[in-house]
């Protein structure tokens, strides 16, 4: 709290409350339209940054509403729309002026002032704040922000940005396109709907009524748990002579803010008595495959650059985001990838991205887990052209390498540095990435001795048993331990197969690519009324954090097999996408692990879904 002039320490509890009650009251001048002056949640906010860094690290400066004079002195608020973030300045003042921050959470109807509060010193005429975080990505919150200052009488500018602007303004826009993504609801004989349009932008109609009646849109940040900031959003009365009216149009995602998959429902009222009703809550389906890629990017988090709690699994959902953009040209998420290198790059204790410590360049003791992370740095690399994520690439795969050991079973990777299993998983990804290595890095040779090499030792090993099905490991004795068949050993031992075609060209690797594709798909261990199933599937409890992704993995693999065999597995690729589609996907477009339906939806199993809706034709 700063402290109001005149006072001094050592004042009677009496006059303290009477000040700070005064101080409360001071900080709400100039609100207008403000119903409360009451503090909100003071917790720092981080996103890329957190709050207090300081402007001149700011990326950009804009100047989104106008400043306000304050006894002759500039008061104005900066924006950084690049960071999201934003800092207050006073000019023209003298000393003791001060100038803060207001944030609020639910658009200006509360507030947490006085962040950054800084006074112009003696000889200045002049002051600013630090920075503060207009967004919080993490906690799916969107602030409101606004400069204020006490310069002989206390006043604050406009709150900045109010409206969200995507394609167009809230309020505005006029794309084409008129779905409802979820059931109308109905209200003493009315019928409630949620209309979005090809833009994404949401509007609610009430229809058979009588004049009087109101519509409304509420807008939520966090899947409909909250929406301090988004409620009656819209709201407009049925005209007279009327039976229904509509709302403006509002927008569903905020790129600005990083906020992605916001989520919207159509409420109306009607005319007589005081009850109310509204649809679902739903996202926007612009294409089934973004539907799928905003439900997965909900749960990234800009701060800590990855999706909390899951450090493999993080590496292949960035992979997916990275087939998304490539394949589709929609490069919204495009950050993510310079994000997520700068920040994962270092090193950390265990618990803080896996049970394992890593010890920087995505390296830790699990084999697999840092060969996943190499993939998704070449795939990077493919993105962008940039060879920093190659050559990252190369330091993950020379560390695995030297995990490679002939003293044991002839040859293969060590699943852990203890040495203490061959799997399936490990070697699979080992072919794979050295066989991208060799095709991205001109006049190579090591790495294709490597991949032709650890090729032929995977194929002699009796991982791939007498059906053509890979199981999960060797024994120390080198057989088959006939363990579970899973869907992403099947899928990464077809794109192993698949890459050593493009390095080499020999013809019987596609061969084998295709054997294995075949048995996958005709196999009732991996495929059950046409539609891939892991053995977890159907389990109590259901799969766990690491199987959720798999049936993703064993799809993205297939449909680089299908690329080079003419859309061989096509109509096997449209199915799985037309069943997780109609079967196993809510209004907020969240897909459970069971393509059948059933089992529980989280960001691994939407990672996994969007993978399939992008192998589809």
């Known amino acids: 709290m700063r402290r109001v002039p005149g006072t001094r320490r050592g004042a009677g509890p009496l006059l303290v409350a009477l000040l700070l009650a005064v101080a409360a009251l001071l900080q709400g001048v100039g609100a207008a339209g403000a119903s409360a002056v009451s503090a909100a949640d003071s917790t720092q906010v981080c996103a890329l940054y957190c709050d207090t860094l300081d402007p001149s690290r700011a990326a950009q400066e804009t100047f989104p509403v106008p400043d306000l004079t304050l006894n002759g002195r500039v008061v104005r608020l900066h924006v950084d729309d690049t960071d999201g973030m934003a800092w207050a300045s006073i000019d023209g003042g003298q000393t003791g002026d001060s100038v803060w921050l207001d944030r609020s959470w639910d658009g200006g109807a509360t507030w947490d002032g006085l962040l950054g509060e800084a006074s112009i010193p003696s000889t200045w005429t002049g002051t600013r704040t630090l920075m503060y975080n207009l967004y919080d990505p993490t906690g799916h919150r969107r602030a409101v922000l606004r400069a204020c200052g006490d310069a002989q009488g206390v006043g604050c500018t406009s709150w900045a940005h109010l409206d969200v602007c995507a394609a167009a303004c809230d309020g505005a826009g006029s794309a084409p396109g008129d779905t409802q993504p979820v059931p109308a609801t109905t209200l003493s004989g009315r ?109 990234y988090d800009p701060n800590t650059a990855y999706w909390p ?47 394992d410590p890593i010890d920087g360049d995505f390296i830790s003791r699990a084999t697999d887990d840092s060969e996943w992370w190499a993939l998704a740095w070449v795939d990077a690399y493919d993105l962008t052209g940039d060879r920093t994520y190659l050559d990252e690439a190369v330091t993950i795969a020379n560390y695995v390498n030297g995990l490679w050991d002939t003293s044991s079973c002839g040859g293969g990777v060590w699943w852990d540095r203890e040495r203490t299993y061959k799997n399936a998983v490990t070697n699979g990804l080992y072919v794979r990435l050295t066989a991208e290595l060799h095709d991205r890095i001109p006049g190579d040779t090591t790495w294709l001795g490597r991949a032709t090499t650890s090729w032929q030792w995977f194929q002699d090993s009796g991982l791939i048993n007498s059906s053509g099905l890979v199981n999960d490991g060797i024994t120390s004795g080198c057989a088959n331990n006939g363990q579970t068949v899973w869907s992403y050993n099947q899928g990464l031992a077809i794109g192993a197969a698949v890459e050593m075609y493009r390095a080499t060209g020999d013809a019987a690797d596609l061969t084998t690519a295709r054997r294995l594709a075949d048995a996958a798909v005709a196999s009732p261990a991996l495929v059950s009324g046409g539609v891939l199933t892991e053995s977890c599937d159907a389990g109590t409890p259901s799969c766990d954090d690491n199987a959720k992704q798999f049936k993703g993995v064993f799809m993205r693999y297939l449909q680089d ?3 080079v065999t003419g859309n061989a ?48 034709p």
């Not at 899947?223 to 709201?235: E, I």
Request: charge should be negative; hydrophobic fraction near 35%.
């Open 191 to 299: 019928t409630i709907a949620l209309h979005m349009d090809s833009s994404g932008m949401a509007w609610g109609t009430i229809s058979g009524g009588t004049a009087g009646d109101e519509i409304w849109l509420d807008r939520s940040w966090d899947q409909g748990a909250s929406w301090p900031d988004g409620s009656s959003k819209g709201r407009t009365s049925t005209p007279s002579g009327a039976t229904g009216t509509a709302t403006a149009r509002f927008n569903t995602s905020d790129p600005l803010g990083r906020l992605y998959g916001g989520a919207v429902r159509a409420c109306g009222r009607a005319v007589e008595g005081e009850n109310g009703s509204c649809t679902a809550w739903a996202r926007p389906v612009l294409s089934k495959a973004s539907a799928a890629a905003d439900a997965l990017m909900y749960s």
């Open 569 to 616: 597995y096509g109509s096997f690729a449209d199915q799985q996408a037309d069943s997780l589609w109609s079967t196993a996907r809510d209004g907020l477009n969240r897909v459970t692990e069971d393509w059948s339906g059933g089992g529980t939806a989280d960001w691994r199993t939407e990672a996994s879904a969007l993978s399939a809706l992008l192998a589809a």
């Open 309 to 355: 709690s899951s450090w493999w699994n993080s590496a292949v959902a960035l992979s997916t985001v990275i087939d998304y953009m490539r394949q589709t040209g929609d490069t919204r998420y495009l950050w993510i990838v310079q994000r997520t290198f700068q920040i994962d790059k270092a090193s950390f204790p265990a618990g803080a991205r896996s049970s």
């Open 561 to 563: 097999l299908d690329s």
